[in-house]
Nanobody, 123 residues
Framework: QVQLVESGGGLVQAGASLRLSCAAS????????MGWFRQAPGKEREFVAH???????NYADSVKGRFTISRDNAKNTVYLQMNNLKPEDTAVYYC?????????????????WGQGTQVTVSS
């Protein structure tokens, strides 16, 4: 059974940093794309970043220059380094994985999802 487990969320002040981790189990995703999405209360789940199996990354405009996605295939883990956090970054952050090689910006492109981790940024 495939599982994606996120960790690293929390409550921080604006301008702080957090590093989210997503550990996959049940199969290896070293040759698959993985991504991060987020969902704020009352809003739809939105794309944050994705990384292909060869490490090429893509970001939402709202996080470009502040967030960095990376992966450690030996650990079957993907990370999201979030710097200079803003109150509008407050959301539940979800890790996702696809059976494909390259990532997508739409939720339908992903086959596996984690349970989410809460990130709250106070002003």
């Amino acid at each position: 059974q495939v599982q994606l487990v996120e960790s690293g969320g929390g409550l921080v002040q604006a301008g702080a940093s957090l590093r989210l981790s997503c550990a996959a189990s049940g199969r290896t995703f070293s040759r698959n794309a993985m991504g991060w999405f987020r969902q704020a209360p009352g809003k739809e789940r939105e794309f944050v970043a994705h990384i292909s199996w060869i490490g090429s990354a893509n970001y939402a405009d709202s996080v470009k220059g502040r967030f960095t996605i990376s992966r450690d295939n030996a650990k079957n883990t993907v990370y999201l380094q979030m710097n200079n956090l803003k109150p509008e970054d407050t959301a539940v952050y979800y890790c996702a994985a696809t059976d494909g090689l390259f990532g997508y910006t739409g939720v339908r492109g992903y086959d596996y999802w984690g349970q989410g981790t809460q990130v709250t940024v106070s002003s």
